[in-house]
C-alpha cells in the first residue's frame, strides 16, 4: 500500500539578526495580519524589523499561531552571496533581507536557500568570511 504524506507543509520564514536587530521579508495575503506586523514594517526596504529580541518573539509568536514556521538564523553568512554592479541583481534584490555595496559589487543577504541557490544560478558568488 502506498504512503501518502498528508501533513500540511507549513510556509517557512527565516528571521535574520543582523547588527543586533531582527529581520524578515514575507508578502502576506491576509490583511489582518499584516496590520497586526505593520508597527515592525520598513516600508522603504519592504521587510520587517524587531529592535529587540522581546520583539522578534512576540513576532515569531504570532506568525506560528498564524500558520508559518520561524527560524532564527543567527550566522548569516551561508545565505550571503555578492553579485556585479554591472549584472542585473533587481530581482535578487526584492528577496533579499539586507544589501550594501562593497567596491564594485552588491553584497545580498538572502532571505531563504532557495534565493541563495537563484542567486547563484544569476551570477552571484558565495560571499567570503573575512
Known amino acids: 500500500m502506498p504512503y501518502f504524506d498528508i501533513t500540511e507543509k507549513r510556509p517557512r520564514i527565516n528571521i535574520f539578526k543582523i547588527n543586533g536587530a531582527y529581520y524578515f521579508k514575507q508578502f502576506f495575503d491576509d490583511p489582518e495580519l ?20 522581546g520583539e522578534r518573539n512576540k513576532v515569531m509568536k504570532l506568525l506560528e499561531r498564524k500558520g508559518y514556521d520561524t527560524t ?18 533587481g530581482e535578487l534584490l ?18 531563504d536557500m532557495m534565493w541563495v541557490e537563484q542567486a547563484l544560478a544569476m551570477g552571484a558568488v558565495a560571499k567570503k568570511t573575512s
Open 34 to 53: 499584516f496590520r497586526e506586523l505593520e508597527p515592525f514594517y520598513e516600508k522603504q526596504r519592504y521587510r520587517f524589523k524587531m529592535p529587540t529580541a
Open 72 to 89: 532564527l538564523i543567527e550566522d548569516p553568512a551561508p545565505f550571503t552571496v555578492e553579485i556585479s554592479k554591472n549584472q542585473k541583481y
Open 94 to 111: 526584492k528577496n533579499s533581507v539586507e544589501n550594501y555595496p562593497l567596491r564594485d559589487k552588491i553584497v545580498l543577504v538572502m532571505k
